[in-house]
């Protein structure tokens, strides 16, 4: 499902942002401190407005910076440079920290009011970083392993949706949207740990 989505959509979104990152790098902004600046908005964006309950802002915002990561990968291969493998680490690692602050933002407002889905958000949590952490403890012993049900874009997507939707009062979306997050985090983890099980029994 996620290479699938990606793969669908990074065609016409590429066609939509190059003209805008060719004018970026025209003025010397170089992929990787488009990298820091989204990431450290996003980060800002989610501990000032989640906290408080303040979904709706915060995710609009949220997905404003978002934007961001589409543009540092175009960049990069569009710059003399090139990628790097700097800048591949430098990415991988504050995407890590991104969604860590999203989704602590979360948890640390389900604590405040005392909600009964705080294990079920620290299970999505985990489960999330094992799913990065599975691909590049196979990748570090040379074994591919991409694909899985829910990947980065896919378990932002839900728990974007989930706060939204909070943020507009559905009843129970952000319950919702953080146990499909949990499920599917943790679905992604056992295919991942298979993937690497079949390549190396």
Known sequence: MGT????SLRAPVTRLITPICRGLISLGITANEITVIGSLATILAAINFFPSGDFLLGTFMIFVFVLFDLLDGTMARLSPVGSTPFGALLDSTLDRVTDGAV???????????QDRLVPVM???IISGFLVSYVKARAEAVGIVCNGGFAERTERMV???VATTLAGFHVTFALAIGIWVLALASSFTVLQRLQIVYRANP
């Open 4 to 7: 699938m989505l990606q793969g």
């Open 158 to 160: 839900i728990i974007l």
């Open 103 to 113: 989704l602590g933002s979360i948890l640390f407002y389900l604590i405040n009011t």
């Open 122 to 124: 620290l299970v999505a």
